[in-house]
């Protein structure tokens, strides 16, 4: 409830900042795990935050690495709840001889390393971890299938690599933690229990990003990508939600009135389908609304893109939190509207 202590991870992250930013809104105090004291800054500093004016609400704890034994000890120590979403993303600069060690066993030993601690204190009664939509099917299927429809449920074997590109090493690191904090579970029998968000691709403004070179990070680089005119190097799944949704479930799922031990896939689908998000249609959003910045040469809106259709079930997720998620719509004017924000202030 409102005014318990959670700790959440991976604050200064597009998805985390705005997860804290919810959390704080929502009456929450916090105690932020940081890699150093700079990142704390960085949120201090942050005008967004700022403008909340909730910093009584706010305390940080340095976590210099959470692969080691015992990482969150301190930081668990009088928590009610836990949210974690740190964990590594792809960057396009991992060599294959570092896909293990940079991406899989970071994912992996945060998240165990989180439970065991959680299980050392007798305060926590609710874990929030962010999966993904890639954890719950091989990666080959996630490059099209389709003919089959991804429910929360659905669950693929730990992958043993070896791994033809980062992606695929990404997405082992996911499935990997799903199925081995699920084992965990099933073993330990904790006291507490725990929830899975499965967002797809993430898309909505970042208010960590200050400069409009910067807006093309991440997932928001895919529609952006096309908006400004560039074509996208390869196809990509037709999956995509508004930052604000997950950031959403990720407070929401902290509720007792929320079932635990349960997994929430977060990702749009238009009304009475399963037919998720349409990439190319970024240019036509943006020629309806924003045709000023199109017709003055900000948005070229000339890139291509070809999309993998895929099926992920969201019916579930938005009954049990009881919001609909987000049109592609919303999406594309958050990004584009931010970077279109920061190109004025330029």
Known sequence: MPSDLILITGVTGHLGFRTLILALQAGYRVRAAVRSQSKAET???????????????????IVPD??????????????NHVIHIA????????????????L????????????????????????VITSSVVAQIPVADFMGRPDYVV??????????????NEFEAYAASKVTALNKTEKWIADRQPSFS????????????????TRSQNVMTGTNAVP?????????????????????????????ALDRTIQGNESFILSYNPEGTFDGTTWQNATDIVAREFPEAVAEGLLPNSGKIQTIPLRYDTRKTEEVFGFKHQSYVEQVKSVVGHYLELVAQE
């Not at 959470?66 to 928590?79: C, F, H, N, Q, W």
């Not at 952006?224 to 929401?252: F, I, K, M």
């Open 43 to 61: 949120i201090l500093s942050n005008p967004v935050f700022k403008t909340l004016n909730r910093s009584s609400q706010l305390s940080f704890i």
């Open 66 to 79: 959470l692969t080691v034994s015992g990482a969150y000890d301190e930081a668990v120590k009088g928590v």
């Open 87 to 102: 964990s590594p993303i792809t960057n396009g600069q991992t060599a294959p001889e570092e896909f293990q060690e940079k």
């Open 104 to 127: 899989i066993t970071p994912a992996v030993k945060g998240t165990i390393g989180m439970l065991e601690s959680a299980q050392k204190t007798n305060t926590v009664s609710r874990i």
């Open 151 to 164: 429910e929360a449920s659905t669950r693929t074997a730990t992958p043993t690599g070896p791994f033809n």
């Open 194 to 209: 725990v929830v899975h968000i499965h967002p797809s691709f993430i898309i909505g403004r970042d208010d960590l990003i």
């Open 224 to 252: 952006l990508r096309v908006v400004l005119g560039n074509d996208a190097p390869y196809p990509t799944p037709g999956l995509s939600v508004h930052n604000d949704d997950v950031a959403r479930a990720h407070v929401l």
